[in-house]
């Protein structure tokens, strides 16, 4: 069994930054992309960004030029820089690792923007 801890959030003004961590209890085998996911208030979860196994990266449109996705495969984590944050951008987020044994999530980690 693999455990995915995220950690990282907070509390934080509008245009502020933060950077996420998802770190995972060991490496996992076969693994595709990693991604963040967020779920906002009301909201159902929705994408963030990937990055693939190969380095390849993708943003939400809302996300692209304010977030960066990386990872530190000896470290068996992942990360999430955000910045110019807005309040839209409040939620809980997930990290989320796609292998091709399936699929694992973190418990996620809350941002609150906020003035």
Do not use: H
């Amino acid at each position: 069994q693999v455990a995915l801890v995220e950690s990282g959030g907070g509390l934080v003004q509008p245009g502020g930054s933060l950077t996420l961590a998802c770190q995972a209890s060991r490496r996992i085998e076969s693994t595709v992309a990693m991604s963040w996911y967020r779920q906002g208030p009301g909201n159902q979860r929705a994408w963030v960004a990937t990055i693939t196994i190969d380095g390849s990266t993708n943003y939400a449109n809302s996300m692209k030029g304010r977030f960066i996705i990386s990872s530190d495969n000896a470290k068996n984590t992942l990360y999430l820089q955000m910045d110019s944050l807005k309040p839209e951008d409040t939620g809980v987020y997930y990290c989320n690792i796609q292998s091709r044994f399936g699929d694992y999530w973190g418990q996620g980690t809350q941002v609150t923007v906020s003035s």
